[in-house]
């Protein structure tokens, strides 16, 4: 039996335009990225109402099989067959993790004759969200560290600052660290650490942001640290929250693919369940009940 990947490469995928044009995307409002995958504008998208017949069929709780059979191929599945039968129907789902891609796990775009391409590339880089979320993510600890010394106005406590760095990678020798060692141009040495970029908290709030003023708003509200007197620091009091916003506006919206066999498919968001809430952006979910 061919391999999932083999079987992914021995199809012949349908035009991007050809998939958006069966959500009845107009071209303004898809942004191509290639032949093949794509993004809808957000602001057209939110313009569009939900329909009135939309439903959500969820598809949750499954304990994958030794064969990969899980949440993912079942999505699929379904999605496909329920085109096959006539109904107007798209799938949702979170975009895989590089760290589980090249550790056990393997990827998370489904298998066998469900699943959703180009499969190398969502389960790689894709359209570049998951790094724009790192970079943010970073971002704000390097402002924080930036804050601390050059003056450290807020009076952030060095022992008790929460935020780390992420790393889309599977590398346990960076969980516990320590940084800002060289001499006083380097910072204040202090304890610190990378997450996994799936397992930010900034990849739960881009999950569950509903337009750009809303991921603005969320984002400042991120707690980074402490005072010694145990009050908290925002992002906000960094004046962090409009350069996250700017680093994540374009990944704000959602990535079209398709299945194998030509089902649109949103792959956007990729929180871990440990942390979030484990499935695709709320943006979306509401791309499918719209379109």
């Not at 620091?233 to 680093?247: F, M, P, R, W």
């Not at 990535?255 to 990729?270: I, K």
Request: contains cysteine.
């Amino acid at each position: 039996m061919a391999s999932d990947i083999e079987i992914a490469q021995a199809a012949t995928p349908q035009l991007i335009t050809q998939i958006a044009d069966k959500l009845q995307i107009p071209d303004e409002a898809l942004e191509p990225y290639g032949r093949i995958k794509g993004k809808v504008n957000l602001n057209w998208l939110l313009e569009q109402p939900v329909r009135e017949s939309a439903r959500m069929i969820l598809v949750t709780a499954v304990s994958p099989t030794p064969a990969g059979e899980g949440k993912t191929t079942t999505t699929v599945g379904l999605g496909d067959a329920l085109r096959h039968i006539g109904k107007d129907a798209v799938i949702c789902l979170r975009e895989p993790s590089l760290g589980p891609v090249f550790g056990m796990k393997g990827g998370a775009a489904g298998g066998g004759y469900a699943q959703v391409i180009p499969m190398e590339d969502i389960n790689l880089h894709f359209n570049g969200d998951l790094h724009a979320i790192g970079v943010a993510n970073n971002l704000l600890a390097a402002l924080l560290d930036n804050h601390v010394h050059h003056g450290n106005a807020l009076g952030i406590d060095v022992r008790r600052v929460t935020w780390k760095r992420v790393l889309d990678m599977n590398d346990r020798a960076l969980r516990d660290i320590t940084v800002s060692l060289g001499g006083p141009g380097n910072g204040y040495p202090r304890q610190d650490g990378f997450d996994i970029t799936v397992a930010s908290e900034i990849m739960a709030i881009f999950c569950l942001a509903t337009d750009l003023d809303d991921l603005k708003e969320r984002l400042g509200r991120i707690v980074v640290g402490y005072t010694r007197e145990r009050e908290p620091i925002t992002a906000q009091d960094l004046k962090a929250a409009g350069a996250l916003t700017a680093i994540l506006k374009d990944a704000l919206s959602p990535n079209l693919v398709q299945t194998l066999e030509g089902t649109p498919a949103f792959v956007h968001g990729g929180p871990f369940a440990n942390i979030a809430h484990g499935c695709n952006t709320v943006i979306a979910t509401m791309a499918g009940l719209r379109l």
